[in-house]
């Protein structure tokens, strides 16, 4: 188990950028995989990306070519860096760990959550 602190959330315009950073307490190679979900109020939580520990990164369709995973294996840190930033991408977005494939259900830990907000 491991404590997740996500940080750099926002208000930007559409079409802007943010970078959103989650740092772990502890080694996040511990884990098959670290992932960004995002989740609005009354909404089912909703996974947006994902970072093996391969290193094989995966992206919902609604972020493919705009949202990019990335990690920092010494600061135990992993990034998601958002470009071209839509009003629909407004949300919570959390980070987690995992070692199962399937991407909801089976979550280790959650941060806090870090606020997006994309204004039109």
């Known amino acids: 188990q491991v404590h997740l602190v996500e940080s750099g959330g926002g208000l930007v315009q559409a079409g802007g950028s943010l970078t959103l950073s989650c740092a772990a307490s502890g080694n996040i190679l511990d884990f098959n995989y670290m992932g960004w979900y995002r989740q609005d109020p009354g909404k089912r939580r909703e996974w947006v990306a994902d970072?093996?520990?391969?290193?094989?990164?995966k992206y919902a369709e609604s972020v493919k070519g705009r949202f990019t995973i990335s990690r920092d294996i010494a600061k135990n840190t992993v990034y998601l860096q958002m470009n071209s930033l839509k009003p629909e991408d407004t949300s919570v977005y959390y980070c987690s760990t995992r070692n199962e494939h399937n991407r909801l259900g089976n979550n280790l830990d959650w941060g806090q959550g870090t606020q997006v907000t994309v204004s039109s």
């Open positions: 970072i093996a520990r391969t290193g094989v990164r």
